[in-house]
């Protein structure tokens, strides 16, 4: 198992834009499935978004479709998460997942191996 590192969270207002970016150290995850996942105070955690291998396929939550963004930074190997048009139901813990694998990525969290510690993402005004 890999320990992923999750960067790029804060305080935005609504309507704002962020980008998360997941990576973990000295390696590049262009093979791994990464997906996203957020958990917000007292409710379940929720796949946001994902990508497979090879880019082949990408998933996003209804909730988030047309205003995220998920892709792999191929020169420094990390996978991105660009959120736009922020709403305060965006507000959570957002975490990082991946599996070594090409199987297509999977919004359900039993999927994936190894995990980042989280990064806070809040949108209020």
């Known amino acids: 198992q890999l320990q992923f590192t999750e960067s790029g969270g804060g305080l935005v207002q609504p309507g704002g834009s962020l980008r998360l970016s997941c990576a973990a150290a000295?390696?590049?995850?262009?093979?791994?499935?990464i997906g996203w996942f957020r958990q917000a105070p007292g409710k379940n955690r929720e796949g946001v978004s994902c990508?497979?291998?090879?880019?082949?396929?990408?998933f996003y939550a209804d909730s988030v479709a047309g205003r995220f963004t998920i892709s792999r930074d191929n020169a420094n190997g990390s996978v991105t998460l660009q959120m736009t048009n922020l709403k305060p139901e965006d507000t959570a813990i957002y975490y990082c997942?991946?599996?070594?694998?090409?199987?297509?990525?999977?919004?359900?969290?039993?999927?994936?191996?190894?995990w980042g510690q989280g990064t806070q993402v809040t949108v209020s005004s």
């Open positions: 000295g390696l590049s995850l262009k093979n791994y499935a």
């Open positions: 997942a991946g599996r070594h694998t090409s199987f297509p990525c999977s919004q359900f969290d039993s999927f994936y191996d190894s």
């Open positions: 990508i497979t291998y090879g880019d082949l396929k990408k």
